[in-house]
């Protein structure tokens, strides 16, 4: 299983395209400002960050058998994060520092770093992969991130477990 840090990060990224969004509203209210672009290679050094941390995973993470019974893609998830992406849109400037958007945006990653509620990230779709809630023969169910487009449970044998009720296909 990986760290707390690792939950840390991958729920960090699963809400980092907040500051791309904040840094071009701020960009089109106030021009170009050095904090704008600090906060957008943030973003990016995350993205880094969690590419970097799934490679390792692959390779370090013991591959588990998992038989699975039912299985249902996720990827459309995105659409509950739409609100928060356009959380900074929303908000007058002058109104929600940066500090504050801060704030709100480290304690919803830990709220999502410490339950169960991490459904979606919208970054490791860009980097090809999918989510899929599968059913394992034991009926728990889990969140399946995968690199491939599954359509027949057989599809996976294998997976690496990322946290109590995240897998990574291995297969």
Known sequence: MLSNLAKLILAITAISPVALT???ADFSRQGFAIHQLLVVLCAFALALICRAMLKKAAVKLTKISFAVDEIKA???????YIV???FPLVAPAADVSL???AVVLLILAFVLATTNAFTFNPLLTI????????KCSSGVTYLLLSRND????????????????LVVDLT
């Open 127 to 134: 980097m090809g992969y999918h989510f899929y809630e599968a």
């Open 22 to 24: 904040w840094a071009v």
């Open 84 to 86: 928060t992406y356009l």
């Open 99 to 101: 500090t504050a958007q």
């Open 150 to 165: 599954i359509t027949d449970v057989k599809a996976v044998s294998h997976v690496g477990r990322l946290s109590r009720h």
């Open 74 to 80: 996720v990827d459309n998830e995105v659409v509950a």
